[in-house]
Structure formats: structure tokens, C-alpha cells
């Protein structure tokens, strides 16, 4: 609910507190006292139109906040909670206007755009007036009104149950269009991948590759350095010396001695032994590489063409050498894709028209049941109408379908909330058909059908009661009573009849102070408020019929 509202330098307001309570609050006071400009003071601060010329004459600025208690997780606590805007025990709403128009907003004292403010705004406060209405006015909000009456009566479970099956749809859908994509890439460069593959395929690349090419091309080249190289180290330990021989001749000698030479000879012989072993391994690895070398001659031109070939297939394809073995794999998964897409395609297709077919069985059961909450929404907001000198109304509430691309998770429906003011005349949108009292009625008559499934934390009704007295003022005073016992509400009025039911009064008036006209807000006790009845009764002067007439109005019971 709205605790406080402080007003600085708006109009002929200079300095103003007001502390609201829950419950049915009026605001009362003589045309031109001011009670506009305390709502239009309240329309700044929840993100309204900023206008300069709504600053007070001699100021440099004005300054509005609106204070706010709020249940847990009401709309707001997310949307504060989204932009890292700390929820304190009351969301403080402040706006300020320079003399330039500029205007700044603020959010528990932190700046925030004029537009994040108006949203809080309005999840925070509904204003119904005959020239201003927010709220359910716009088409916009009554599917939403609807279903929030819907819940609250029968608590189907089938916002939910149409929410999952979008989902499904949803994610079913993009797979299948996500196959379907790959699928036609696919098709459109099949001749080009299997030409691709096939090339590949016959160069049979492997990881490496190149490596071990360039290695055995260095030595093919150098083929003749190395084997006149190994010839010569041939003649060199074996032509003129057996080395091994005579290792083993020198260690066979010394052995026969190495016993009596105390031990000085057992180094020198183990030396021996190991040199005539890596002598005759050399010798014989020698042998070996050289058995081995290829002495094909065309060996080198082999291993040329294919590191050439291998290199020019690397540049036509975008990648190295060493990345053709994995790049063809991937053309293969392509090419594959090709063969099998086809059947991918046609098992999501299944999928996807299962996940459809269960869409448009639980969006029809919302309907369904938005219907039936239509037709008992429709038939009490009947009943609500006569008392509100409205009885030649009807109102009536349209569930039609959407275009299948206007579709989402709440469904396949479009909900407007019409009326036809006059017997014969079609019904039409409510902004469009009533005038501004009527309109402000059967915003009430609404309201009070609606009231406990709705979470604005207040309505506010400006003269509601425009144009009616007698006993349809004291429809209006009884429905706006009712309505306040689920939700804060605000009615500036000029109805005696509807300022008796208020929970708490206050009045509204002009003050002059040193040649200066100010606006004030005063909350009436007991006494002071019959006698703003009977001066709402009997005029300026104020009769003592009119005294009792107030206090028959403020004891009257709730009819």
C-alpha cells in the first residue's frame, strides 16, 4: 500500500506529507482546493509526464517521492531484484523536475531511468478517472486479469500446463530446423564433397607425415655424401687392421699375465674386453645401414611428389599438412550427414508435430477454461452494474484466437473486455464507448468482481462518482468499501456518500500565507469529518439537518 506521499514546490503546493493507511482512503475539499494536484504530484513519482510548468512559482525545482509497503514476492521485488536494486522493508519512489523539464527518478535512492520508474509505477498503483485510466484500459491486461480471476476460482493448473507444452513445441521446433538447416547445407554442397572426399580419400593423408617426407628426402638427397662416407669408415677399420683382432690379441695377452701382476692389470683389461665389443658392434651396424640404404634412384623423386602432393592438397583446402587426415574425416561426417540427414529430419518432423499436437491440446484446454471464467467474470460484473446506474450496460468478456504467430506460452487467445453503454448499440472497447463517469464505474464494478486476484498494491478513483447521487453514490461508496477490505484504495471524491465510508478522511484546502495561496492536506477526525460531510451536504453554510444527515450517513451500515 502507499504509506507516505511528500510533495515539494508542485503548483501552489509548497511543502507537503501526507501518511496514508490500508483500507478505503478519501480525499475531500472545494473545487479547486488541490486535490488534482496532489494526483498529478503522485503520477510524477510513478514515472508520469514531466512538465515544468507544474513547478511552484519562485522554485528551481520540484520533488516528489511516494512510499510503498509491499507483501513478499509481490511483481515488483523481481523487477527491482533484476536491476540490483536493494528491497528494503518500502520501496521509495522519487522524482525530480528542473525548470529546464529535464526530470531525474530514483528508486530507493538510487538513479534509475524514467521508464524502469514507470514500470514499478504501475505494477505499484491503478488510477481510474474520467479523464485518465491506467490499468485495464488497455487490451493489453485483461487476458492477464482474466487468468489472475481464473486462478484464484478454480486453480486448474492450466497456465502451466500450456507453459510446458510451448517449451516442448519451442525446443522440439528449433531441432528439427536446426537438422533441417544441416541437411540443406549439406545437399547443396554434396557434389562438391564427395569430389572432395574422394581426392583426399585416394591421397590418403596421415598425421605426421610430412615430417617423416621432408627426413627421408634430406637423406635421399645427400645419398651420395653418405655412402662414400660409410665406404671410406669401412676401409678405414677394416682394410689395414682387423680392429676387433687385435683388440681381442692385445686382451688375450694380458690376461695370461693379469694374475701376477697384482690387480694393476684388471682396469686395462676390462677396457679391452669393452673396446673390441663396440668395435665389432660398429662394424657390424656398419654393415647393417648400409645393406639397408635404398639405392633405388627414384627414390627421391617418389618421396618428392608425394610431400608436393601433400602440400598443394593442404593449400587447396585451407589447412596444414599434418590437419589433412582430420580435415577429411570431416568432409566424410559431411558426407554422412547427407546420407543419413534425410532420416534425421523426418524422426524430429515426428517429434516436433507430437510436441504441436500436445501445444494445441493444452493451449484449447486453456480456452477452454478462460471460457468458463469469461462467462461467471461476465455474469457478476452484471450484477454490479444496475446499482451504478449503469443497468442499460452490458459488458461482455471476448476469448478469441490469435494467428498462430501471435502464439506463446499463455496460449492461443486474445482477451478484451467490452461494453455497450445503450440497449442496440454493438459493445466495443471500454476507453471508447462509455464517457468519462461511466467509465470510471464500471472500472469500479470491475474492480470489485476482480478484487483478491489482483497485486497492485493500490487503486486510486478520481471522482468516480461524477455525475450520480442519492442512492447510486452509495453503490458506488459501498462497492469501493468492499473493495478496500483486499486492497489499498485512494477515491477523491464529492459525494457525501462516498467520503462516510472511508476508513480515513482527509481534506483538502487552500490556504493564504503571506500573500501566497498554498494547497493543504489535513487528516479529519471524528469531528471534524461530520462536519466535512455536512458542509459536502448542505454547501457553505452548514445546517444542523446536514449535521444529522452526516451522521446518519457515517452510521449507516454496508448494504
Known amino acids: 500500500m502507499l504509506t507516505h506521499l511528500s510533495i515539494r514546490d508542485v503548483v501552489i503546493v509548497d511543502k507537503l506529507d501526507v501518511d496514508f493507511a490500508a483500507g478505503l482512503c478519501v480525499l475531500t475539499g472545494e473545487t479547486g482546493a488541490g486535490k488534482s494536484i496532489v494526483l498529478d504530484a503522485l503520477g510524477l ?63 530507493n535512492d538510487q538513479p534509475v531511468s524514467v521508464g524502469l520508474l514507470h514500470d514499478v509505477g504501475t505494477l505499484l498503483v491503478e488510477v481510474h478517472g474520467q479523464f485518465e485510466t491506467h490499468g485495464l484500459l488497455d487490451p493489453a491486461t485483461h487476458i492477464a486479469a482474466l487468468d489472475a480471476y481464473r486462478r484464484v476460482k478454480s486453480r486448474d493448473g492450466a497456465d502451466a500446463a500450456c507453459a510446458a507444452a510451448w517449451t516442448a513445441w519451442r525446443e522440439a521446433a528449433a531441432q528439427l530446423k536446426s537438422a533441417q538447416d544441416v541437411l540443406s547445407g549439406a545437399l547443396a554442397e554434396e557434389e562438391s564433397l564427395r569430389h572432395r572426399v574422394g581426392e583426399l580419400s585416394m591421397l590418403a593423408p596421415k598425421s605426421g607425415e610430412e615430417q617423416e617426407l621432408a627426413a627421408t628426402r634430406s637423406v635421399l638427397r645427400h645419398f651420395e655424401q653418405i655412402i662414400k662416407a660409410m665406404t671410406e669408415a669401412r676401409a678405414v677399420i677394416s682394410e689395414n687392421t682387423d680392429v676387433e683382432a687385435a683388440l681381442r690379441g692385445a686382451l688375450t695377452r694380458l690376461s695370461r699375465v693379469a694374475a701376477q701382476a697384482g690387480g694393476r692389470l684388471d682396469t686395462l683389461c676390462q677396457a679391452l674386453d669393452r673396446a673390441a665389443i663396440e668395435a665389432g658392434e660398429a662394424l657390424r651396424e656398419l654393415d647393417r645401414v648400409w645393406a639397408d640404404f635404398d639405392a633405388d634412384p627414384a627414390a627421391l623423386e617418389r618421396a618428392e611428389e608425394r610431400l608436393f602432393a601433400l602440400k598443394a592438397a593442404a593449400r587447396k583446402h585451407g589447412c596444414t599438412v599434418d590437419a589433412l587426415a582430420g580435415f577429411l574425416d570431416t568432409l566424410r561426417a559431411r558426407l554422412a550427414a547427407v546420407d543419413g540427414g534425410a532420416e534425421s529430419v523426418t524422426r524430429l518432423a515426428g517429434a516436433e508435430r507430437t510436441a504441436r499436437n500436445g501445444y494445441d491440446k493444452a493451449a484449447h484446454a486453456l480456452s477452454l477454461a478462460r471460457k468458463e471464467a469469461a462467462s461467471a467474470l461476465d455474469k457478476l460484473v452484471a450484477k454490479e452494474l444496475s446499482p451504478l446506474k449503469l443497468d442499460k450496460a452490458t459488458f461482455r468478456t471476448v476469448v478469441a484466437p490469435k494467428p498462430e504467430t501471435a502464439w506463446n506460452e499463455n496460449g492461443m487467445d486474445r482477451v478484451v473486455f467490452e461494453i455497450s453503454t445503450n440497449p442496440g448499440l454493438p459493445p466495443g472497447p471500454l476507453d471508447k464507448i462509455a464517457s468519462g463517469g461511466e467509465l470510471a464505474r464500471f472500472m469500479l464494478a470491475l474492480k470489485v468482481v476482480l478484487a483478491g486476484s489482483q497485486e497492485r498494491a493500490a487503486l486510486i478513483f478520481d471522482e468516480v462518482d461524477a455525475g450520480i447521487s442519492g442512492a447510486t453514490a452509495n453503490a458506488v461508496g459501498e462497492r469501493l ?63 444542523d439537518e446536514a449535521r444529522a444527515a452526516a451522521d446518519s450517513l457515517l452510521s449507516g451500515p454496508l448494504s
Open 45 to 107: 513519482a510513478l514515472g508520469g509526464r514531466a512538465d515544468a510548468g507544474l513547478i511552484r512559482q519562485g522554485a528551481d525545482k520540484l520533488t516528489v517521492s511516494a512510499s510503498f509497503a509491499l507483501p513478499r514476492k509481490h511483481p515488483v521485488s523481481v523487477l527491482l531484484a533484476a536491476q540490483d536494486i536493494a528491497l528494503e522493508d518500502d520501496v521509495v519512489l522519487r522524482r525530480v523536475v528542473g525548470t529546464d523539464g529535464r526530470s531525474r527518478a530514483f528508486i
Open 481 to 543: 468499501a468492499r473493495l478496500a477490505k483486499n486492497v489499498q484504495v485512494i477515491v477523491v471524491t464529492h459525494a457525501p456518500q462516498v467520503a462516510a465510508r472511508g476508513d480515513h478522511h482527509w481534506r483538502v484546502s487552500k490556504a493564504s500565507r503571506a500573500g501566497q495561496t498554498t494547497t493543504k492536506v489535513e487528516q479529519l477526525l471524528p469531528s471534524a469529518r461530520r462536519e466535512e460531510i455536512a458542509r459536502m451536504l448542505a454547501g457553505e453554510k452548514i445546517t
